[in-house]
């Protein structure tokens, strides 16, 4: 539905953690462990990355992708929940979560349970789709959104339902400005974000102080 264009995107995001040979990574809500591989790369065999997530089926598909690229070996899986993550207090080097903290109940707790895993000075990234600015391509955004996508949805899947929530989501989500007040809130500093393909998304990155 993206056109592709997510890979890119999550590309781009795990270029800006700027992840080193040996770190411990944390992937938030990454089940089907797009981010992960694509960080389990670049922190090499003697670094690691731990997908949590509440989902086992999305991590069972997570497990087959890193199997076939054959990295499994750097790719830890942990199902759990977002708000309680069950992990160590200043543990990881970097965190990230790609299209995953909208859909955490209580968004601000997790991201602090984010920010209490990481080392200090640890770097903390989030993908996320975001809304374009008033004007032209807003208005095909949207048209796309609440009246392509869910038609597309139901010729592949049968319901419109799923693929009606993800635009109303984005729609209640905070804004760019927004989202890092609220990462500054929780204690994470150097707080910066970048627009993607015209503002359908954003990177956020921060560091723990």
Known sequence: LSFGL???WKKTAVNMLELKPGERVLDVCGGTADLAIMAARAVGPSGSVTVYDINQAMMELGRRK???????SRVHFVQGDAEQIS??????DGAMVGFGIRN???MERGLAEI????KPGGKFLCLEFSQPPPGVFRSLYDFYSFQVMPRIGRLFTGSSQAYLYLPESIRLFPSPEGLSEILKKIGFCNVTYRLLT??????????KG
């Not at 890193?66 to 499994?72: G, L, M, S, V």
């Not at 992990?87 to 990881?92: A, E, N, S």
């Open 87 to 92: 992990l160590p207090d200043t543990y990881f």
């Open 104 to 106: 955490v109940t209580r």
């Open 115 to 118: 920010h209490r895993v990481l």
């Open 66 to 72: 890193a199997r076939k690229a054959a990295i499994e």
């Open 6 to 8: 997510h890979l890119r």
């Open 198 to 207: 015209k503002g359908i998304a954003a990177i956020h990155v921060g560091v």
